[in-house]
């Protein structure tokens, strides 16, 4: 019997499904904008854009990064997102929000859940966190 692997989109959906604290909803984004980063990847985009989304989609992947899930758990996802809304932005200035907004497969507005997200992770993180999550990707 073939065992079928989970996609690391619905892995991030289960880890994210139970829970309810602090932040929770746009913590809860970090799955859907991993997904778009993604589905991006599979349009006609440059190859710096390419890999600028390539360096997002990574850090959710890497064990240690700056506020590691690992130790942090579910809260350790805000850097993640930061970084999923910094490179969408890089999208946005090159292609356009509608762009973005046509790939995007939820019915939000995604400037909107953008905007959103960005303004409560800048709520949580420090000035030298910011730095330190561009830099880990080569962003800054």
């Known amino acids: 019997m073939e065992e079928k692997l989970k ?19 746009f913590i809860d984004c970090g799955p859907n904008l991993f997904k778009l980063m993604c589905d991006i990847l599979e349009y006609d985009i440059t190859q710096e854009i390419r890999k600028d989304l390539c ?17 942090y758990g579910p809260y350790g996802y805000i850097d993640d997102i930061y970084l999923s809304v910094y490179v969408l932005r890089i999208v946005a200035d090159e292609y356009g929000y509608d762009f973005i907004q046509k790939i995007w ?22 000035e030298e966190e ?5 830099t880990y990707v080569g962003l800054k």
């Open 7 to 25: 996609d690391f989109y619905d892995t991030l959906i289960e880890n994210l499904d139970s829970y309810n604290g602090e932040y929770a909803s």
């Open 55 to 71: 360096g997002g989609i990574a850090y959710y992947v890497v064990p240690m990064d700056i506020i590691p899930e690992q130790i």
């Open 105 to 126: 497969d939820k019915p939000q507005d995604i400037k909107n859940v953008m905007d959103d997200c960005e303004s409560k992770a800048l709520d949580v993180l420090k």
């Open 130 to 134: 910011i730095k330190a999550i561009l």
